[in-house]
């Protein structure tokens, strides 16, 4: 957890009125397959770039991205539930009392900007196993189910998985297992 990226969750918390709420975790995430698709969209850019120069990376690019989404929506299992709707890039809080998802922000640090959900924890109905995906897309995928249904697909990319995985344990013992 980096210490600015704790302030912000500290500071949306105060600015709510929540007292007495400690943060656990924080950790950047992304929408369920969205690392394989950027993945894809950097070799079919590198392979365009080769062979049609500028122009051809960028057709490559946006091709490859478009073909893999479509492998990544088709291959994964929303039998748990409709998708809780987030952005392309996140920031996932667990504090002693709630799920947070931020949307992502910031140049050079990547910082909690505004808030998109907030779960107490007693309307988190089951957490999944994180699972890890290898190669150059690696990425830890989990989801976690919503008393009302939903279901947030993520995954925390390579440079996030340490923290995802320390997020996905705590919410883990603070969470019955009743599913997943």
Known sequence: MKPSQVERVRK??????????????????????RVSTLMAGLKSEVAGAAAAGPVGAVVGKQAGRVRR?????AALDR??????PVRERNVLALTSGRLLVFSLGGLITPQPRKLQWDFP?????????GRLTTGAAMALRADIGLADGHVARLEFPR??????????????RRVPDRSA
Do not use: C, I, M, T
């Open 12 to 33: 949306y918390l105060a600015s709510a009125g929540v007292r007495d709420e400690e943060v656990l975790g924080v950790a950047l995430a992304y929408p369920a397959g």
């Open 69 to 73: 989404r479509k492998q990544v929506d």
């Open 79 to 84: 039998s748990a539930g409709p998708d809780l």
């Open 121 to 129: 924890l007693d309307e988190v109905g089951w957490v999944s196993r």
């Open 159 to 172: 440079a996030a998985v340490k923290p995802g995985q320390a997020l996905l344990q705590e919410l883990h």
